[in-house]
């Protein structure tokens, strides 16, 4: 048997019913992007499941290379486009620590609040995908709805919706505009109500709860060992978020809690994320009272230039832990290398641990509350 | 393409015929070009706005467009959302042979077009959609609003709207645009000019110096006047965990070798003592002490690193880093392990870029995430994980040539960035 | 010669005038055998138009109505651009996938798979010829209605298999599969429902059944038996909706997770005869429930005769539709609420709660009829 | 998942689940029903209909563009910065000589095809002579009109 296995499939084993395989994607709706999942059934059953990157790889690290550090902040949008202002943040910090610059308050304060409002756009993509996924089409057109308010928010203060290329060592491009707070003020309550009905919608749906509650489980030891990180770890135990554990920018300073949940099924997966949009809510919430009035929104600029050395930054992206690797190899202008640490990535490597024995359907369940953003696996 | 491309053939000679076909045609040209149904496809950022068009705020269903078909059997119109890789390109000419006629397709975004962002120095990259398959409309922007979406539709609306069963829609042919570079073109163009303009001019400058000697130019560039902003002094905070030097020195006693980084003489624990608190400690680790370490580290009630936060390797002249990123998840602190792996330069230099060059043994046995990771250094770097389950190219096809994170990789398709 | 009665308005038209018309003919093809064949064939011919007519042009109506709907769940407008509010959509869709090119896959096999889109609409076809649309207005009257209709539902299946078969992809092929063992499972709470409805109306016959239901609002079945008329009707709304394919169990399509099911392969014109057969078999679905629970064409009277009067003054194939179209926007906005279950929760929910509660509700259905006598 | 319960234990889930089970689904519908029924709530955005009040934000990214005064004059000075600054060589600064022979601006070529709207140009821009213009019909059936030349006239010096 083992002969005639295509290449990643490694369960031997006997059976009486006849297997065969199946490629989900790279074109497929429910893979999230263009990634190519090889299936090998029994019946409705999956046997095992080996993922096939690379669909999308366009060597980022490579191009890096002969880019200046500035220039790669732009290029970091193109990671996890869904929170593109995040992975600003995550290049900007690693850059900061190199040049040894700091950033003032409000900058500070600007830096947080777009973060929020990055992972809630990401969770409401992630709200109306799962629905969608589950064949809800109307959780979709829901979770894109708000989505699309923050958006706005984002292209005012940043001059574009998608992708943002935002922040700068020292602080960011711009000073928000007047109109900053109160927009996510009306914002926040606007969401409020509207979050009040999503939660409405789906939450206790009775096919929702037959469909997601102990499918998938990763238990709190699989998914340290293979890496998973934000909410996918954080469903299944264990209390780690980056705000908390090397808190960066002021998030020591702000009053919020991780929710953790145990179960580490889909229906964890999916509470843990509505419960961190409340979360980013309070968040918000704060940084809107304590927001400073005065003072400088940026450092001085200086060009881009990081002395020799290796600099690691780290942060909590609505997927995960965002790390930045960055190599100096001279003083100047360009990285020698830089490496990306995309948070999807251990996902998918453990989703063949979470699938085994469980249906097709459930495959679709369980890569929507994975929530993965393929280009930031591929790079 | 269908019945009503020979209804000319049949109906014209008829009288009164003419104008029956063009009814027909009117009535079907209408229903085509107000009922295009896009395929569901998308790669990267570029589908997160088409996502947006078909959602409440934009409604691609004004147009009639909201069917968005999974199979492409169904679809009428492929609109590519998204970067092309190589890897990707036969997938997506199948797509478009898949499509029944008549078939148009939106390229959306810069990447579609020309590559966008990955033009220069990219070895994955298919620049432009062109190459592959006959695109109708081009939507520049990276990625497009979702109107500017729509203005694409609208163009193809008209684009449509103007062929009749007597210039029936037929299949396009792809335009090679793959190697087009159009920085160098555009100077190389502009420098032939130049020389001409060079040449016609050298009598009127020279007479324009004699009139004029001591010519100065009135125009005066305004220099943006720049926010006066303060300097800010960062300060580094330090959560969780043992710090460097204590990490450092429970490590020295065990492995004696350990060393890190720097270019001073100074001893090596006041360099660790200078490193500052945010910046994780990263040893320079043995190559025999690898393994042993990272099994000391995992298993060590000290230390208690079970979470490898990432795998990766740099390129340099002789050898090999193999970085290795752990951290403890109970304790908090973070530890980087540096291997330096020389290069075996028994091969011959010509065999080099193609072969393996290094070998290391593998730690999925220890940490199964960093199977990929491994995966992943060995496509990219080609170094050899001994020991490794599944050790296959991970992102490029089995079949590409060389080892591209490496610094003198070289691919017969890429094109060095001009400046 | 046995000539099946036709009874409708134009059927008693057309059999009085054959014979006048053929008064003019020759005297030796005179006779009354040829003209009861004509009227016959004149009858079929305009009952057939008539089905057509009623199921292909409800479709693109259903389709807009659909869009429309959906739009209107997920605060949006729908199409807009072409004509008022976008009425003339569908049927730019329905133009536009007719002049589309046709072919079948590599490896299909082709007789099948072209005949697979066909079988799939002749269901929907024959259950309208079944339905009083008004109290003439019924193409085929058959005493054993509802028999037949149970028969003529499970036809269906037969295509969708054939056409995930046939098409040579193993999303197809589960689909199909999905699909059989959905619809084998929801045919027999479907047929036991029907069976509730025959049984407090002692009648097999639809029109007997509708007019069993004269009276006022509380004499339709869903109101007649206390609480049991209810539950019946909401389970044959499930049912319906599973037999239908429909979201929420729409598991043989399933488009985030067999790209579309059984019709995966298919394009133009034959893909339009799923597309077409969904919503017609939509419509007779409806007009279903409407006739077994809804009182069919009777006006929802109140019992006060000052209200009633006027209620029953606008004819009763326009009470028909508007009750019709009232449960096809119940369908579509549980469609548009609902996640999918998965298929084997589809089936446990069938086996383990829905055949039990319909055999209960058959007990007491028959438990209430003992006792009110 | 499977467990080991007993039968009453299975009979009352069974049962807790016909009740609550209904219940959520009648939940979701109410949400579904409420905003069927309040078409206020349709947020939609008319595109091409409502082109004469769709205004983009100040910062928003378009199309690259040169600020000209009144008699097409620009401020370049063909310095190169934004041609380095960009991260795909989008933007070609082609000098000229005068005819004082002093090095000035002759061609701004600006690829709109491969243009990644980072804005990094404007930023590095010492004169402000380049901005993003909030343009955003630009969809074309001919690729060659993606290539603009952005000035109109030879730079000034």
């Known amino acids: 048997m083992s002969a005639t296995l295509p290449p990643g499939f490694r369960i031997q084993r006997e059976t009486n019913t006849e297997e065969f395989f199946i490629n989900m994607g790279p074109q497929h709706p429910s893979t999230h992007g263009a990634l190519r999942l090889a299936l090998r059934m029994d019946g409705e059953t999956i046997v095992e499941l080996v993922p096939h990157f690379g669909y999308i790889h366009r060597g980022m690290e490579k191009q890096a290379e002969s880019m200046s550090y500035l220039q790669y902040i732009a290029m970091s949008d193109r990671q996890d486009y869904l929170t593109a202002i995040q992975n600003n943040l995550g290049v900007v910090i690693a850059l900061e620590k190199g040049m040894n610059v700091g950033v003032p308050e409000k900058g500070e304060y600007i830096r947080v609040m777009l973060q929020e409002l990055g992972r809630i756009a990401s969770h409401l993509v992630f709200y109306g995908c799962f629905g969608g996924d589950l064949g809800g089409q109307t959780c979709l057109l829901f979770g894109f709805k708000e989505r699309e308010m923050i958006h706005d928010i984002l292209e005012e203060v940043t001059g574009s919706r998608l992708t943002t290329n935002f922040f700068r060592p020292g602080g960011s491009r711009y000073d928000v505009p007047d109109t900053f707070l109160p927009r996510v003020k009306a914002f926040l309550d606007h969401l409020e109500g509207a979050m009040r009905d999503y939660e409405r919608f789906l939450s206790k749906n009775i096919i929702v709860l037959e469909r997601s509650v102990g499918i998938g489980i990763l238990s709190k030891e699989d998914a340290i060992a293979y890496g998973c990180s934000g909410p996918v770890l954080r469903a299944s135990g264990v209390e780690f978020d980056v705000r908390r554990a090397n808190p960066y920018s002021i998030y020591d300073q702000l009053d919020f809690d991780i929710p953790v949940f145990h179960n580490g099924d889909c229906y964890d997966r999916y509470k843990i994320r509505i419960a961190e949009i409340h979360e980013s809510m309070k968040i918000l919430r704060q940084c809107i009272d304590k927001f400073p009035k005065e003072g400088a929104w940026r450092s001085k600029e200086k060009p881009v230039r990081l002395p020799v050395g290796r600099y690691y930054s780290e942060i909590e992206t609505a997927k995960g832990l965002y790390a930045t690797y960055v190599v100096a190899a001279t003083t100047g202008e360009k990285p020698y290398r830089i490496h990306t640490r995309g948070p999807s990535f251990p996902h998918i490597a453990a989703l063949n641990k979470m699938v085994q024995g469980h249906k097709i359907s459930d495959l679709v369940t369980i890569m929507a509350t994975l929530d993965p953003v393929i280009p930031e696996i591929d790079r | 393409m269908g019945i009503i491309n020979y209804a000319p053939k049949i109906l014209d000679p008829i009288p009164g015929g003419k104008y029956v076909v063009n009814l027909v045609d009117y009535v079907v040209n209408w229903a085509r070009a107000n009922s295009i149904w896009p395929l569901t496809y998308g790669t990267s950022c570029c589908a997160i706005e088409m996502m947006s068009s078909s959602m409440a705020r934009y409604d691609i269903a004004r147009f ?10 169904q679809a009428d119109l492929f609109i590519l959302a998204g970067t092309i890789t190589r890897r990707m390109a036969p997938a997506i000419q199948m797509l478009w042979e898949q499509i029944p006629g008549p078939k148009y397709a939106i390229a959306m975004g810069a990447c579609t077009i020309s590559g966008g962002p990955f033009i220069y120095d990219n070895y994955a ?70 020389e001409m303009k060079d040449e016609e001019m050298a009598e009127a400058r020279a007479k324009f110096k004699e009139e004029h000697p001591d010519y100065k130019s009135s125009f005066k560039p305004i220099r943006i006047k720049k926010e006066e902003l303060p300097e800010v002094p960062r300060t580094p905070t330090h959560k969780g965990g043992l710090t460097q030097s204590e990490l450092f020195a429970k490590l020295h006693a065990k492995f004696p070798k350990v060393s890190v980084h720097t270019h001073s003489d100074s001893p090596i624990e006041e360099v660790v003592a200078q490193i500052p608190a945010d910046h994780p400690l990263e040893v320079i680790v043995d190559f025999e002490d690898y393994l042993p370490m990272v099994e000391f580290l995992k298993n060590d009630p000290e230390f208690k690193m079970d979470f490898l936060i990432d795998e990766t390797a740099i390129d340099y002249d002789d050898h090999f880093d193999l970085v290795t990123m752990l951290r403890s998840m109970e304790i908090g602190h973070k530890l980087f392990l540096c291997v330096q792996l020389k290069k075996d330069f028994a091969i011959a230099e010509e065999a080099r ?6 070998s290391v043994p593998t730690i999925s046995n220890l940490y199964p995430g960093a199977e990929v990771k491994e995966r992943e250094i060995y496509d990219m770097f080609g170094i050899n994980f001994e020991g490794h389950p599944d050790q296959r190219r991970i992102f490029l096809d089995k079949d590409f040539v060389g080892y591209p994170l490496r610094k003198d990789f070289t691919h017969p398709q890429m094109i060095r960035r001009p400046v | 010669m046995y000539v099946p009665s036709v009874t409708h308005p134009i059927g008693d038209f057309v059999r009085e005038w054959v014979p006048k018309l053929s008064a003019y003919l020759p005297e030796q093809l005179q006779s009354q055998t040829l003209d009861s064949i004509v009227a016959f064939l004149v009858n079929a011919v305009i009952c057939i138009i008539a089905v057509c007519a009623v199921n292909i042009g409800s479709a693109p109506i259903l389709i807009y109505m659909e869009r ?38 590599s490896g299909a096999d082709k007789l099948m798979f072209y005949l697979a889109p066909l079988i799939v609409l002749i269901a929907p076809f024959m259950v309208a010829a079944l339905i009083p649309f008004d109290k003439n207005l019924v193409v085929s009257d058959v005493s054993m209605g509802i028999p037949l209709i149970i028969a003529v539902n499970g036809f269906g299946v037969l295509g969708i298999l054939l056409g995930g078969w046939s098409s040579n992809n193993k999303y197809s092929l589960l689909g199909a599969l999905r699909s059989g063992a959905q619809m084998i499972s929801y045919e027999i709470s479907f047929a036991m429902i029907l069976l509730f409805v025959v049984m407090i109306s002692g009648s097999t016959n639809l029109m007997t059944i509708t007019q069993s239901q004269a009276g006022t609002i509380a004499d339709w079945f869903i109101f007649k038996i206390p609480v049991l008329g209810f539950i019946g009707f909401i389970l044959f709304f499930i049912s319906s909706t599973a037999e239908m394919n429909r979201a929420p169990f729409d598991i043989a399509e399933a488009e985030q997770e067999l790209t579309g099911g059984y019709h995966t392969e298919y394009n133009g014109t034959p893909f339009a005869m799923f597309y077409l057969a969904e919503y017609i078999a939509l419509v007779t679905n409806s007009a279903l429930a409407t006739t077994c629970f809804l009182g069919g064409f009777h006006a929802p009277c109140i019992g006060v005769a000052a209200v009633d009067n006027y209620l029953t003054m606008v004819p009763g194939v326009v009470w028909f539709f508007a009750k019709v179209f009232f449960m096809i926007w119940c369908y579509m906005m549980v469609r548009w609420t609902f996640v999918r279950p998965r298929v084997d929760q589809l089936m446990d929910f069938e086996w383990k709660f829905l055949l039990p509660v319909n055999l209960l509700l058959l007990g007491a259905g028959a438990a209430y009829i003992v006792i009110s006598g | 998942m499977q467990e080991n319960i007993t039968l009453v234990q299975y009979f009352k889930r069974y049962l807790k689940r016909c009740i609550t089970g209904p219940w959520s689904l009648i939940c979701g519908l109410s949400v579904s029903l409420k905003y069927f029924l309040s078409p206020w709530k349709i947020v939609t955005e008319q595109y091409p209909e409502n082109k004469k009040t769709l205004r983009m934000h100040e910062r928003y990214r378009g199309r690259l563009e040169m600020v000209e005064d009144e008699e097409g004059n620009n401020h370049c000075t063909a310095c190169g910065m934004c041609e380095r600054a960009c991260p795909n060589a989008s933007i070609n600064v082609l000098p000229t000589k005068n005819i004082a022979g002093k090095k000035v601006l002759g061609r701004y070529v600006y690829h709109f095809a491969s243009c990644t709207q980072c804005g990094l140009c404007v930023e590095a821009c010492p004169f402000g002579a380049i901005v993003m213009s909030p343009a955003f019909e630009v969809a074309t059936t001919e690729p060659s009109s993606l290539e603009m030349i952005l000035n109109k006239k030879e730079g000034q010096g």
């Open chain 2, 125 to 194: 990259v298919v620049r432009g959609a062109q190459n592959l398959i006959p695109v109708d409309v081009f939507v520049p922007g990276c990625p497009p609003r979702p109107e500017a979406l729509f203005h694409g539709l609208l163009t193809l609306r008209e684009k449509i709207l103007k062929e009749t069963c007597r210039h029936p829609w037929h299949v396009g042919r792809p335009k090679d645009v793959s190697t087009m570079d159009r920085y160098r073109e555009a100077a190389k163009t502009w420098a032939a000019l130049e």
């Open chain 2, 353 to 358: 870029p193609t072969s393996l060059l290094a």
């Open chain 2, 64 to 73: 009639g467009s909201e069917v968005f078909r999974a199979s492409p059997r």
């Open chain 3, 68 to 105: 429309k709907v959906c739009a209107h769940v997920q605060c949006r407008l729908g199409p807009m651009r072409l004509g008022w509010h976008g009425t003339l959509q569908t049927i730019a869709d329905v133009i536009k996938m007719l002049f589309k090119e046709v072919y079948a896959p």
